[in-house]
């Protein structure tokens, strides 16, 4: 949307309006003390107030703040959302091979591309191949009726190779990235996650 639509809108419209999407379906990183104390009061009244937000506005509210601890707080990654804010009921366990629904609301949508990934949280690194990717298309239209349904509720397959890498919930997630081209937007949520070793997997190992 334009700056001034959005100045406007933000006076006058309860903060859902602005909303744009997020992973609903496994639950998602919330908000919470964590954030608070490494990124800053700003960036955590700018998540609470719409949890679905781009991260391009994140930066200037967290520099603003005397909390803000980068080595702690990296905005393009979950948006600065903290492990530590993520209730034990929502961590998955996961094992290779498993297939994953996902579920992501797209309130409003913004043509553009997209992903799907496990990142290595201390690097910030994409570990493996990406487990799904939208190079165009994601996201078209002006409601959310108006999006695929395929690009809204899709699966990814747990990949192997994470079984030490992401044996600990916390040190890796699955984050779902969209940028709208457009609108110069992006948006990212995250899934917190560990991988079981399986007595499957030794077995596979051994026969192959
Ligand atoms: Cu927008």
Not at 58 to 77: E, H, I, T, V
Not at 136 to 154: H, N, T, W
Request: charged share 15%.
């Amino acid at each position: 949307m334009y700056v001034s639509a959005a100045a406007a809108l933000l006076a006058l419209l309860p903060p859902l309006a602005l909303s744009h999407g997020l992973i609903t379906t496994p639950p998602s990183r919330p908000a919470g003390p964590s954030l608070v104390a490494n990124c800053g009061a700003g960036v955590n009244t700018a998540i609470t107030q719409d949890n679905t937000s781009y991260v391009e506005q994140l930066p200037r509210l967290a520099a603003a703040d005397k909390a803000y601890n980068p080595a702690k707080c990296n905005l393009w990654l979950c948006k600065g959302l903290q492990f530590a804010d993520n209730p034990a009921a929502n961590i998955q366990t996961w094992r290779a091979g498993q297939t994953v629904p996902l579920k992501i609301w797209l309130r409003i949508p913004h043509e553009g591309i997209a992903n799907v990934s496990v990142v290595d949280t201390k690097s910030n690194a994409v570990v493996g191949e990406m487990l799904k990717v939208w190079d165009r298309g994601y996201a078209p239209g002006k409601s959310e009726k108006d999006v695929p349904l395929a690009q809204r509720e899709f699966s990814v397959t747990v990949p192997e190779g994470l079984e030490q890498k992401c044996a600990v919930a916390g040190d890796c997630v699955l984050q779902w990235w969209w940028f709208g081209t457009g609108a110069k937007q992006t948006y990212e949520s995250c899934v917190d996650f560990a991988i079981a070793a399986t007595s499957g997997y030794k077995e596979r190992a051994f026969t192959s």
